[in-house]
T-cell receptor, first 114, second 114 residues
Framework: AQSVSQHNHHVILSEAASLELGCNYSYGGTVNLFWYVQYPGQHLQLLLKYFSGDPLVKGIKGFEAEFIKSKFSFNLRKPSVQWSDTAEYFC????????????FGKGTRLHILP | EAQVTQNPRYLITVTGKKLTVTCSQNMNHEYMSWYRQDPGLGLRQIYYSMNVEVTDKGDVPEGYKVSRKEKRNFPLILESPSPNQTSLYFCASMWNFGAYNEQFFGPGTRLTVL
């Protein structure tokens, strides 16, 4: 069965620090990959997505992610975080042409200190 | 405005009292899905629907029912709620389960079962 692992459950950073959140998935075929963000008290919003093409994907709010097929990874990065980035981040994977489910990771809670 | 709406947003109920959480989307999306979000467990899919009159179980369907009589609506029914169904519920929709689509999420329904 597919699975998604987010290695960091809770990350605390100071403003202007660089961020990298890990995401690994377990399916060996073609995948669609997503990062969603959930700000406190709000619903999930799409940060970025990878379907095909350039493995370095740029999203909203200065976030980017790199798909490394050989490592089954899709890590989220931001060079300089802001206090407003405090939120929970979810990686999600859909195994294309396999089934009709989108599997979410357990989330990483990011807390930015002002 | 394109959106997914859920009602109610907050609900406190007692064990065994049947309830329905409504979900509606105005984007003519074919695919709709229900998730529950619990601390440390991320989002887990309850049920999904590929189109009208087509529904299928997700990862945690026990204790829930759904129906898809119209394209825009996908209500979640708890026939006999129990305290372990206390959770934050999200409805999501997507154009279809194709290769290049993303999900749009509703604002969430926080359910407490006493």
């Amino acid at each position: 069965a597919q699975s998604v692992s987010q290695h960091n459950h809770h990350v605390i950073l100071s403003e202007a620090a660089s961020l990298e959140l890990g995401c690994n998935y377990s399916y060996g075929g073609t995948v669609n990959l997503f990062w969603y963000v959930q700000y406190p008290g709000q619903h999930l919003q799409l940060l970025l997505k990878y379907f095909s093409g350039d493995p370095l994907v740029k999203g909203i709010k200065g976030f980017e992610a790199e798909f490394i097929k050989s490592k089954f990874s899709f890590n989220l990065r931001k060079p300089s975080v802001q206090w407003s980035d405090t939120a929970e981040y979810f990686c999600a994977v859909n195994a294309r042409n396999r089934d009709d489910k989108i599997i979410f990771g357990k989330g990483t809670r990011l807390h930015i200190l002002p | 405005e394109a959106q997914v709406t859920q009602n109610p947003r907050y609900l406190i109920t007692v064990t065994g009292k049947k309830l329905t959480v409504t979900c509606s989307q105005n984007m003519n999306h074919e695919y709709m899905s229900w998730y529950r979000q619990d601390p440390g467990l991320g989002l887990r899919q309850i049920y999904y629907s590929m189109n009208v009159e087509v529904t299928d179980k997700g990862d945690v369907p026990e204790g829930y029912k759904v129906s898809r009589k119209e394209k825009r609506n996908f209500p979640l029914i708890l026939e006999s709620p129990s305290p372990n169904q206390t959770s934050l519920y999200f409805c999501a929709s997507m154009w279809n389960f194709g290769a290049y689509n993303e999900q749009f999420f509703g604002p969430g329904t926080r359910l407490t079962v006493l």
